[in-house]
Structures are given as C-alpha cells and as structure tokens.
C-alpha cells in the first residue's frame, strides 16, 4: 500500500516562495505517474504538475516558469518549489500518485480520478 504524506504549506505574501514535500513510502507496481494537485474552495480539483519514472516533468500552464517539480528517489520524496507567488495560487496542495501505468504520465494528466494514491493535503495561502 501506497502512502503519500505532504508538508509545508504556509501563509504567504505574493511574490514569496514556498516548498512543498511529499513523501512516499510503500512499493509502485510498473510504470507510475507522481505529481501534484490543488483545490480552491468552490473549485474542482486541478493539476499542477506530474513526473513519470524516466523524470518526464509536465506543467500546466498556470504554474509555468514559476513552479519546479523535483524528485529525490533515495528518500522517496516529492517537491514542488514554488516561486512568485499569486493569490490565486492559494489552494490546498495535495501529492498524488497512480501505478501500473500502460502510457505516457502527460497523456490525461490532469484528471483526478485516474490517480488512486492521495495525500492529505497541505494548506497554501498567498496574500496580495
């Protein structure tokens, strides 16, 4: 069984930088797919951006230039360091993950309801 544990969200002020973790812990069958998804209140959840296992990183185009996904196998952790801040990034941040992946990460990346592995959030406020 899969565990995702996310950390370090925090209140900010726009402009500012934030880095979230995630840390894994239990076995991927095959291929997988690993990223990261944001809810605002009254919105549905959206991709943010996702990594297969060759290192593959995919972005959306909200976050791009701004946001960088990395990846540290030997401690199974996941980051996303966030840099110049908007309000409208303010979200509850979550780590997700699905396996036995048959194509491409990028292909439908940003639906939700393909992942089956979540963490329970980290909270993100960015002040103007």
């Known amino acids: 069984q899969v565990r995702l544990v996310e950390s370090g969200g925090d209140s900010v002020q726009s402009v500012g930088s934030l880095r979230l973790s995630c840390v894994s812990s239990?076995?991927?069958?095959?291929?997988?797919?690993v990223g990261w998804f944001r809810q605002a209140p009254g919105k549905e959840r959206e991709g943010v951006a996702v990594?297969?296992?060759?290192?593959?990183?995919t972005y959306a185009d909200s976050v791009k230039g701004r946001f960088t996904l990395s990846r540290e196998y030997t401690k199974g952790t996941l980051y996303l360091q966030m840099d110049n801040l908007k309000s409208e990034d303010t979200a509850m941040y979550y780590c997700?993950?699905?396996?036995?992946?048959?194509?491409?990460?990028?292909?439908?990346?940003?639906?939700?309801?393909?992942?089956?592995?979540w963490g329970q959030g980290t909270q993100v406020n960015v002040s103007s």
């Open positions: 239990g076995y991927f069958y095959g291929d997988f797919c």
């Open positions: 997700a993950a699905r396996d036995r992946v048959t194509g491409p990460c990028s292909a439908d990346w940003g639906n939700a309801g393909r992942y089956k592995y």
């Open positions: 990594v297969d296992r060759a290192g593959t990183i």
